[in-house]
């Protein structure tokens, strides 16, 4: 029973950090998109 409960333990952890790393590139990519957007921004209203 105590192994069972480790093994579905270490499952659900192993599950959380794929799902945490993903996460976390999709928060890097969206920041480099956003990045972008706003550098083009900041050169419309420079050149008034």
Known sequence: MYVQLTGD???????????LDR???DMDASRGFLSGTVDKFKMVFETK
């Open 23 to 25: 996460m976390g590139n």
């Open 9 to 19: 333990i270490h499952e659900e952890v192993e599950n959380h950090n794929r799902m």
